[in-house]
């Protein structure tokens, strides 16, 4: 575990060593070829790279590191004058490089850059490590077929193109092996004795051991009409005989990197999130660690999810994309959006726990809110083949003031769990609305969930909702998740001043209640988040304050899409010259900038002439707390939307201010 510093400057060679031997040993180079040479010899965990170096080329170094074998893996971190970074940075990640940092060094910044290239770095190892280890205990391929010369044919193919091979002649036999083998693929016979394909398949797919197994059904021409069946059981793939060997090996080598690319995934999720259990941890004791932990999670989590769902939306919003590679990127979009949901949790949790989350309060129909949580949960019930019953009480023109957000989040979590620890019978919503005993403006709404589930021992409630507590703990436990949803769901509520109650019986079902007071209001259709017509955006011209150049980019095409002209700044100042020589609509700004930030600028701009301080800004942040929220009203931005953008959210915005700025 070492770092290794390739500079010709001894002040930042000194500087960076000062810095980090901290934490890590830390070796120098003063030129190209000690600096290769040493890269070779001691494997570091990380090198920071001068490019700018008056006897060498950095890119050169980091371009030489790179083709060999042994240091391709290295994370390599680029330390660029402060008026190029953007540029050194968007080359130096085409040639490999892990980030970029300006000089002067910033010690906070080149900590948290270099922690982040050695855990990444780690991650990457460890993945390479359990794939070597599942190859070895695991076969490539299970075939399951009673005929054996089409076993023997498929056996012969696919090991010839390079897969470890099993078979079973019966789909019990298949089910044993799945279990016990952990197959990375099976392919399924469709017509067998006693068990056929189909069946088989529904088993496998009912049992969380092999759930996650992909099953490419194989069969005669004949019954290919029965290819809707194969995909409803829970198959991912129907091949027909004869066999067309080419096609075969090309399908069984999609859905084998598919099946690599899902568990490389979940492989991240559980690093980070045993990395965020770790860190919540060590915050118990202190609140400046717990201030300094939502400040760098919120930014340093928040800003590459941004970049990564950004791409994602755009790309599955364009008639370019293929309607095959659309469901691939449906499938990447839900799997970030559960990351960004899991981070989203922890921090709302984290500041609720800390005393600082701060609850808003605008106008929502309730009976569409409702809507919303039957239409997904009717989805992802079907999913587990369960029944989902849903009875509101609830007239379609309620109107309430509340956080809908939130409570939208706490509704969702008990439904969401419901379906979770089920594997069959009936999920039921039921939710009313009644009279508060205490206060006339006020209804109290009852949301309650019951389901046939498995249950929860009487000794075991106690603990549902302590943090990171389940009931199944050890490692054959049948259920993921972080164990913060219960606990999240009470902590929200007790700040509505509403209350959850659950009672429970062991492999019988649960059921979930909460009650929580709303305040009654008149309909309010001039809400930011309603529909709005789009508005004309001919010679309208948008100004896009943002440091990181990804973020930009997926800012600048999504913008570019819906109409605007786009002009882009890297920092407050960079902002105010734009918008001295520019007519500019409107305004997505960052508010963590170098040089001069957000709030700053802001300011400034709303000190200026007439023209430029009524334009309306839009925060666009990776900082989503409520002092960051209250931070931006007080600077005068008009509006805040949190990073990951939802872009659906931001369109919404967009034809909200410049259809408000053309009135005015």
Known sequence: MSILIISDSKSDRDLISAILSVNYPVYSAKSAISGIELAHQLIPETIVIDIHSDEFDGFSILQSIKQ?????????????????????????????????????????????KVDAAIHARRLELELIHSKELAKERHPDILI????????????????????????ASSGNQAIALAQDLQPQLILMDVLMPGLNGFDTCRRLKSNPRTEA????????????????EGFSAGGVDYITKPINVPLLVARIKIHMQLKMYQDSLEAVVKQRTKALRQSLEKLSNSNQIKDDFLTIINHELRTPLNGAQGALYLLQHSDKIPSEEKELLATA????SDLCNLVENILILTEAFAGTLKLESHTFSLSKLLSNIQEEGEKCAQNKSLTFSTDFDIAENDCFLADSAQLSRILWHLVDNAIKFSHHGNITIKANLSEHPH??????LSFTVTDEGIGINAEKLQ?????????????TRRFGGLGVGLPFCRALLFLMNGE??????????????IDVPLRKCEENNTNVSQPQDKSDTSNKAILIVEDNPVNQLVERKFCERYGLSVITAANGEEAIVALENNRIDIILMDCQMPIMDGFEATKIIRQSREE??????????ANSTTLDRTLCEEAGMNDYTPKPIDFDELTLKLNYWLTKKNHN
């Open 612 to 621: 430029i301080r009524k334009v309306p800004i839009i925060a666009v942040t």
């Open 500 to 513: 959850i109650n659950v009672s429970s019986e062991e492999d019988h079902g649960t059921t979930v209640s």
């Open 333 to 336: 979009d839900r799997s970030l």
């Open 439 to 444: 206060h006339d403006e006020l209804l109290n």
């Open 463 to 475: 603990i549902i909702f302590k943090l990171f507590q389940q009931l199944e703990s050890n490692s």
């Open 68 to 112: 060999r074998q042994d240091t391709k893996s290295i994370p390599i971190i680029l330390l660029s004058d402060e008026c190029a970074v953007i540029a050194n940075t968007v080359k130096g990640l085409k040639l490999g490089a892990f980030d970029c940092l300006a000089n002067p060094i910033d010690d906070a910044l080149l900590s948290i």
């Open 213 to 228: 197994i992909p099953v490419v059904f194989v069969t005669s021409e004949d019954i290919s009409s029965a290819e809707e």
């Open 144 to 167: 399951v077929d009673d005929a054996a010369e089409m076993v023997m044919l498929l056996e012969r193919t696919l090991t010839d193109a390079g897969y470890k091979v099993k078979s």
